[in-house]
T-cell receptor, first 113, second 113 residues
Framework: TQLLEQSPQFLSIQEGENLTVYCNSS?????LQWYRQEPGEGPVLLVT?????EVKKLKRLTFQFGDARKDSSLHITAAQPGDTGLYLC?????????????FGRGTQLTVWP | GAGVSQSPRYKVAKRGQDVALRCDPI?????LFWYQQALGQGPEFLTY????????KSGLPSDRFFAERPEGSVSTLKIQRTQQEDSAVYLC???????????FGDGTRLSIL
């Protein structure tokens, strides 16, 4: 059971297009992390957002944490073939579940040249 | 090494056999996590260690699953009497302390025939 719902599940776009991936939950998390995973490899951390309303930019990637700390979005500007991969959001547990990460199902992004 | 190392990378076993999966965390990392990632899903939490203490094993799917970290460094995940539904990628992650970002290994892909 995934506590975090990601949408869309699959996204196939042309190089140069913009896209947004969404991550939603009914639970509040102490922080939310975005990972990217390539086939046969483990997830690699892209960013951690902690404060409600926080916006972080990483080159062409913009991450936003919802005001209530329940949802997040990832926006990619001018996508490139190198952006292809599985994008996972993960909420960090609080209290008795501190340290645990709750992952969404992921968004499989394919960027065609 | 610089990252989390897992072995073997691939494991094929017959139903009913026991398997052992190994994780070498980043040196000095106190926290160690195991996750299970089924095909097309995000990782799901299995268990968590702080040094040698197993603080949370609530994600282990059955009593056939057992994890240990006897000296607070290397960890082993053991699955007894394997079943087909155990087929998945098993990911290990470590972090300096529990609230810090987790660094993932590349996983062990387990296939039960």
């Amino acid at each position: 059971t995934q506590l975090l719902e990601q949408s869309p599940q699959f996204l196939s776009i042309q190089e140069g297009e913009n896209l947004t991936v969404y991550c939603n939950s009914s639970s509040v998390f102490s922080s939310l992390q975005w990972y990217r995973q390539e086939p046969g490899e483990g997830p690699v951390l892209l960013v951690t957002v902690v404060t409600g309303g926080e916006v972080k930019k990483l080159k062409r990637l913009t991450f936003q944490f919802g005001d209530a700390r329940k949802d997040s979005s990832l926006h990619i500007t001018a996508a490139q073939p190198g952006d292809t991969g599985l994008y996972l959001c993960a909420g960090a547990g609080r209290g008795s579940t501190l340290g645990r990460l709750y992952f969404g199902r992921g968004t499989q992004l394919t960027v065609w040249p | 090494g610089a990252g989390v190392s897992q072995s073997p990378r691939y494991k094929v076993a017959k139903r009913g056999q026991d398997v052992a999966l190994r994780c070498d965390p980043i040196s000095g990392h106190v926290s160690l996590f195991w996750y299970q990632q089924a095909l097309g899903q995000g990782p799901e939490f299995l268990t968590y260690f702080q040094n040698e203490a197993q603080l949370d094993k609530s994600g282990l799917p059955s009593d056939r699953f057992f994890a240990e970290r006897p000296e607070g460094s290397v960890s082993t995940l053991k699955i007894q009497r394997t079943q087909q539904e155990d087929s998945a990628v098993y990911l290990c992650a470590s972090s300096l302390v529990e609230e810090q970002p987790q660094h993932f290994g590349d996983g062990t892909r387990l296939s039960i025939l």
